[in-house]
């Protein structure tokens, strides 16, 4: 199995978020891909803000790929707008804008792509489309993200060839 990349511990207040025991509590079977609309810092800080509502398993930084983990994989995060889709997913988050393509990094794909492997394996979340998806993807979303700009079919190459390791 892919060893899990480094990640930074930077958690999430307590209300931005509901404790579990998953997958033991609910099984998860998907890896929702976001984008954050702003910098890695404001991203996590904003994590940690007790009015926020929202938080993501993980964000990743645009320059260097480094990994923030807000929530951990056993909590359901408030990032998919959708309450069944938030209980049996992993959301991570990733710096930049979805208008400007210059933020998607070798660096960043790399790290989300290797994070994404470690969660399918950890997990059993089949390696495809159907279970890594776009925010935009999430039934009743009026997200737009990751954007035209996320390039799907090198990310999913990347997660395929760091799960095969």
Known sequence: M???PPVVWYPAHSSNYTSANRPRSHRINRVVIHVTQGSWS???NWF???AAGVSAHYTIRSRDGKIAQS???INIGYHAGNWNYNQHSIGIEH???ISNKSWFTPEMYRSSAR???HLCRRYGIPINRRHIIGHNEVPGADHTDPGRWWWWSYYMRRVRHFANR
Do not use: I
Request: proline share 11%; no cysteine; net charge neutral.
């Open 42 to 44: 404001s991203a996590v």
């Open 95 to 97: 710096e930049g804008y």
């Open 2 to 4: 892919p060893r899990k």
């Open 115 to 117: 994070l994404t492997a």
């Open 71 to 73: 929530v951990s994989d």
């Open 48 to 50: 940690q803000n007790p």
